[in-house]
């Protein structure tokens, strides 16, 4: 499995608060990706990194913002969650010789 | 925008049937395209990239194939078996940027 952790796997929160979710890996990869998973929607992208530093918005960006300091870790933020966003966070990584695509196991994120 | 489809959302076969899944989607120019599973609860699992250079893959029992100029992508699943029930989705990687573009996905069923 290729090394990729997210952390916490599980999070209730009130709305209005912030949140921060976190994506590990370590394969070294170039591209970071952040999704959502919604029953009836799919997977749909929130932010991706094309590198240190280099982020852009995904369709569902509004209300999230992402950093990416390190090769090895992405972060997406929640400013001042709302309920609409309770959904399951996936992070991806992907690399440039490689292009295949990795998911890691997911945050279940609820927002009260 | 592109936009991938997989019809049906959900098929119930029995043990043993050979099965095709089908993926398709708006915009040919892709550099890839990747079939993944999905248990429940659980992240996604890769099952084969093909490149867009490429015609099909084969692992096991799965076969993918492509073909751009028509917007699709099959996966075949030889014998089905019970271990085999899950959601499958397809996604694009998308030719111009980084962006990978997922189907809804099909949750298959397989009988014993």
């Known amino acids: 499995d290729a090394g990729i952790t997210q952390s916490p796997r599980h999070k209730v929160t009130e709305t209005g608060t912030p949140v921060t979710l976190r994506c590990h890996q370590t394969e070294n990869h170039r591209y970071m990706y952040w999704y959502r998973q919604d029953p009836g929607h799919g997977l749909r992208l929130i932010h991706y990194s094309y590198g240190v530093k280099d982020t852009d918005k995904g369709e569902v960006s509004d209300g999230y913002s992402v950093s990416r300091s390190k090769t090895e870790d992405f972060l997406l933020t929640l400013e001042s969650a709302t309920s609409s966003q309770t959904s399951v966070y996936f992070c991806a990584i992907r690399g440039v010789l490689r292009p295949e695509a990795f998911f890691g196991q997911g945050t279940r994120l609820t927002v009260v | 925008k592109q936009e991938v489809t997989q019809i049906p959302a959900a098929l119930s076969v029995p043990e043993g049937e050979n099965l095709v899944l089908n993926c398709s989607f708006t915009?040919?120019?892709?550099?890839?395209l990747q079939w993944f599973r999905q248990d429940p609860g659980k992240g996604l699992t890769s099952l084969l990239l093909i490149q867009s250079s490429q015609r099909e893959q084969t692992s096991g029992r799965l076969n993918a194939s492509l073909d751009k100029s028509s917007g699709r992508s099959t996966l075949y699943i030889a014998a089905s078996q019970p271990g085999d029930s899950a959601t499958y989705l397809c996604?694009?990687?998308?030719?111009?940027?980084?962006?990978?573009?997922f189907g809804k996905g099909m949750k298959l069923t397989v009988n014993p």
């Open positions: 996604a694009v990687g998308q030719g111009g940027s980084e962006k990978l573009v």
């Open positions: 915009d040919s120019a892709i550099y890839n």
